[in-house]
Antibody, heavy 122, light 110 residues
Framework: EVQLVESGGGLVQPGGSLRLSCAASGFRFGSFEMNWVRQVPGKGLEWLAYISTSGGTTKYAASVRGRFTISRDNAKNSVDLQMNSLRAEDTALYYC???????????????WGQGTLVTVSS | QPVLTQPPSASETPGQGVTISCAGGSSNIGSNTVNWYQQYPGAAPRLLIYSTDDRPSGVPDRFSGSKSGTSASLAISGLQSGDEADYYCAAWDDSVKEWVFGGGTKLTVL
């Protein structure tokens, strides 16, 4: 069974930093591209970052580029999101999300974790 | 403000059909496929439709997707109470080089 379990969320002051982690299991992690997507409670979804299978390619939303960094450790089956210079508007539930390219068919965001809540407030 | 535009709500009675629209532009829906996600309260989203009109295994054929120009639609036939959820469309945007989502549509089965 595919499982994505996020951790690392919590309360942080504006301007502070936080590192989120996502532990993956139930699939060959190193063969799948990964993303982070966030959702303000009661609001819509916002894609934040993408990382390729090797970690050699990353992409970011303009809203977090230069502040957030996505990375992965295929040996540990984990993907992280380092968040710096946090702002009140970064308060949200952060999801770890898998991309799936299976036999030439692309299933974007096919599995989601349950999310970890980040609150940025003084 | 979401890049893709969805109606905030939709409603219909059980057994009937409903269509949820998703309006975009030439750089997203006009150039790329559309995906739809279903989200129940307190739960993570679930992939419902990919590549505009394909269903992952396990998704009933009551759910179907389509696209015309810069707009896409999700159609649900034979509505059931279990279809009450939020529905989001998404597409890659070639202009901003980001995945963009719609603001979501809350479906109520009356």
């Amino acid at each position: 069974e595919v499982q994505l379990v996020e951790s690392g969320g919590g309360l942080v002051q504006p301007g502070g930093s936080l590192r989120l982690s996502c532990a993956a299991s139930g699939f060959r992690f190193g063969s799948f591209e990964m993303n982070w997507v966030r959702q303000v409670p009661g609001k819509g979804l916002e894609w934040l970052a993408y990382i390729s299978t090797s970690g050699g390619t990353t992409k970011y939303a303009a809203s977090v580029r230069g502040r957030f960094t996505i990375s992965r450790d295929n040996a540990k089956n984990s993907v992280d999101l380092q968040m710096n210079s946090l702002r009140a508007e970064d308060t949200a539930l952060y999801y770890c999300v898998r991309d799936n390219l299976d036999s030439g068919t692309y299933y974007p965001f096919d599995y989601w974790g349950q999310g970890t809540l980040v609150t940025v407030s003084s | 403000q979401p890049v893709l535009t969805q109606p905030p709500s939709a409603s219909e009675t059980p057994g009937q059909g409903v269509t949820i629209s998703c309006a975009g532009g030439s750089s997203n829906i006009g150039s790329n496929t559309v995906n739809w996600y279903q989200q129940y309260p307190g739960a993570a989203p679930r992939l419902l439709i990919y590549s505009t009109d394909d269903r992952p295994s396990g998704v009933p054929d009551r759910f179907s997707g389509s696209k015309s120009g810069t707009s896409a639609s999700l159609a649900i036939s034979g509505l059931q109470s279990g279809d009450e959820a939020d529905y989001y469309c998404a597409a890659w945007d070639d202009s901003v080089k980001e995945w963009v989502f719609g603001g979501g549509t809350k479906l109520t089965v009356l």
